[in-house]
């Protein structure tokens, strides 16, 4: 059940800033320059008095890095580096964080004004949670896409998928007892791969039943990447965790057997798609001649 806040800005202004820990909003930024600025004011514009906002420059292209000299009042911390990779990046800002909880938010994307307050709430009062997230909006440029309605959960509700987004709140110390996202993972599926070792003692995420973040659905190159190299990802987490999924031997076939169907069917529409094309090209001279004496 949902613990929400009655009044949100009336028990955010009923406390001192003391009363509130400091939360970081670490952003992992690669050539994003058009949309970076709507992402940092929407981490700075957070319902919640205590937030330190900390960039990472992941060797981001010039127009890039000038939009992040002109947003420098905004940003606490901002570091850079050579091209790493987001995973390298989270783990620079979160260990250069001064907050006991994390944010991971990426630089083309947004949270609405009171997704940091209603997390903060939903960590405080559940010990078990170990990450918050929320219902997400897709969109593109200023039209709004479908409504993602993920579910979170237990380990086991992430073995065999992401069962939430992976920006959302955790607490520091957790993220750093496992050492932070598999620096190692370059081409996506690292919020997964964080997930199963966040919960793999225990616990469960929490997403919030409200569409908080705002997911640009612009071509991004680490979803890109993971669409394209999906079996090897898979093959590098199920080899990392082999314990975990030799213990659920049965389901882990049904998985494999699943993704067999997924990609069959995904061959046998791209060659319906071929044979469409190519027959309509074979015909197309066809029905010219057909219109000319029929018409």
Not at 43 to 56: F, K, T, W
Not at 97 to 117: H, W
Not at 171 to 190: F, T, V
Not at 227 to 233: A, D, I, S
């Amino acid at each position: 059940m949902y613990l929400g806040f009655v009044n949100l800005s009336q028990y955010c202004d009923s406390l001192s800033h003391r009363d509130f820990p400091l939360v970081s909003v670490v952003i992992p930024v690669y050539n994003t320059a058009r949309y970076i600025e709507q992402c940092i004011l929407s981490a700075r514009n957070q319902r919640y008095p205590s937030i330190e906002i900390v960039v990472v420059d992941d060797g981001s292209n010039k127009e890039t890095k000038e939009v992040l000299h002109h947003l420098k009042n905004q940003i606490d911390i901002l570091l850079t580096q050579e091209n790493a990779g987001q995973s390298t990046a989270r783990n620079k800002g979160i260990q250069a964080a001064g907050g006991d909880y994390i944010l991971i938010l990426d630089s083309d994307d947004y949270f609405k004004p009171a997704f940091v307050a209603k997390a903060i709430e939903v960590l405080h009062q559940k010990p078990s949670v170990k990450f918050v997230s929320s219902y997400v909006q897709r969109f593109h440029e200023n039209t709004m896409g479908p409504l993602v309605k993920m579910e979170g959960g237990t380990l086991e509700a992430y073995l065999f998928r992401n069962a939430s987004v992976g920006n959302g709140l955790f607490r520091k110390k957790e993220l750093l007892e496992i050492g932070g996202y598999d620096q190692e993972m370059r081409d996506g599926y690292e919020d997964w791969e964080l997930m199963i070792r966040v919960l793999n003692n225990g616990g469960e995420t929490f997403v919030i039943p409200e569409a908080l973040f705002m997911y640009r659905s612009s071509l991004k190159l680490t979803t890109h990447k993971a669409k394209t190299k999906r079996p090897q990802l898979l093959h590098y987490i199920f080899s990392k965790h082999r314990e975990l999924y030799e213990n659920r031997f049965e389901a882990t076939l049904d998985f494999f057997r699943r993704e067999q169907e997924r990609i069959s069917q995904e061959v046998i529409k791209v060659q319906e798609r071929k044979e469409f094309v190519i027959g309509g090209l074979i015909l197309r001279p066809f029905r010219f001649v057909k219109k000319m004496f029929t018409s």
